[in-house]
């Protein structure tokens, strides 16, 4: 859902599949980086481990709000039986 005056700000809520700690080779600090389905929808998202509340793992559920920066990747849609008309 975007939030905000910019159109690449939203807030999402959904499931960490995926969850990784690494470190900014610049600043030092320690990173989550983490895979998120919401929706039908996977994001990969990086966030600061001061930023963030708990420890994040996967199935428990994340909400924040995200800069959206990327590419989108689309699937083709092949009809199934239940596309059919009757």
């Known amino acids: 859902m975007p939030c905000g005056v910019e159109c690449d700000q939203y807030s999402i809520i959904g499931e960490i599949k995926e969850v990784e700690k690494i470190r900014n080779i610049y600043t ?7 895979k998120i389905e919401s929706h ?20 428990r559920r994340f909400k924040g709000q995200i800069w959206m920066q990327g590419t989108l990747n689309l699937v083709p849609y092949k009809a199934g039986p239940m596309d059919q008309k009757r």
Request: aromatic share 8%; charged share 35%.
């Open 28 to 34: 030092k600090e320690e990173i989550y980086r983490m």
């Open 40 to 59: 039908d929808l996977e994001f990969m998202v990086c966030i600061n481990s001061r930023d963030l509340l708990g420890e994040p793992q996967p199935g």
